[in-house]
T-cell receptor
Framework: DAKTTQPPSMDCAEGRAANLPCNHSTISGNEYVYWYRQIHSQGPQYIIHGLKNNETNEMASLIITEDRKSSTLILPHATLRDTAVYYCIVRVDTPLVFGKGTRLSVIA | GAGVSQSPSNKVTEKGKDVELRCDPISGHTALYWYRQSLGQGLEFLIYFQGNSAPDKSGLPSDRFSAERTGGSVSTLTIQRTQQEDSAVYLC??????????????FGSGTQLSVL
């Protein structure tokens, strides 16, 4: 499934904001954008999702461009525990399909 | 309450043997998913159960793989005549929402299957 494109890896300094990009240029009008993360040796963890509007919760913010062809997940103050693989998924009416994601390394 | 529970956490078996992997979803969750993750790879969708509807089996890699969900709760993934390429972490997830949109999946810790 190639509905999303993410950089394979990123580094972020501890305490700084981590901005993880995702391209989904073929997204259709009713498809949601989901973000999950997987910390080593654990099952994936839901972070946030959105359709059109920007979203914020206790974990992160999701910024979706007006044309919905790309989005950015923002971790406002990254900690070492945020080191994980982050998956951006676009879907509607189908089970989640996980790509390779972005491996975020938070560095002290 | 408790999260998604999977058992066993580790399973070592010999090539050609059958194995059963168990998943206890979060109480009240109507949707249940199985995925697998080979070493260093992404998650591969296997099968999806939603309430009393027929399961979506489109991700099962071969007819050696099957899954059941009894009473709308516990699910068992069975792999017959295991092969070495079946070695992977098998992950189960459940969801409260009745549909596939606007839902959150909660994952278990997985079963590490090793086929010798």
């Amino acid at each position: 499934d190639a509905k999303t494109t993410q950089p394979p890896s990123m580094d972020c300094a501890e305490g700084r904001a981590a901005n993880l990009p995702c391209n989904h240029s073929t997204i259709s009008g009713n498809e949601y954008v989901y973000w999950y993360r997987q910390i080593h040796s654990q099952g994936p963890q839901y972070i946030i999702h959105g359709l059109k509007n920007n979203e914020t919760n206790e974990m992160a913010s999701l910024i979706i461009t007006e044309d919905r062809k790309s989005s950015t997940l923002i971790l406002p103050h990254a900690t070492l525990r945020d080191t994980a693989v982050y998956y951006c998924i676009v879907r509607v009416d189908t089970p989640l399909v996980f790509g390779k994601g972005t491996r975020l390394s938070v560095i002290a | 309450g408790a999260g998604v529970s999977q058992s066993p956490s580790n399973k070592v078996t010999e090539k050609g043997k059958d194995v059963e992997l168990r998943c206890d979803p979060i109480s009240g969750h109507t949707a249940l998913y199985w995925y697998r993750q080979s070493l260093g790879q992404g998650l591969e969708f296997l099968i999806y159960f939603q309430g009393n509807s027929a399961p979506d089996k489109s991700g099962l890699p071969s007819d050696r793989f099957s899954a059941e969900r009894t009473g709308g709760s516990v699910s068992t993934l069975t792999i017959q005549r295991t092969q070495q390429e079946d070695s992977a972490v098998y992950l189960c997830a459940s969801s409260l929402s009745p549909g596939l949109n606007n839902e959150k999946l909660f994952f278990g810790s997985g079963t590490q299957l090793s086929v010798l």
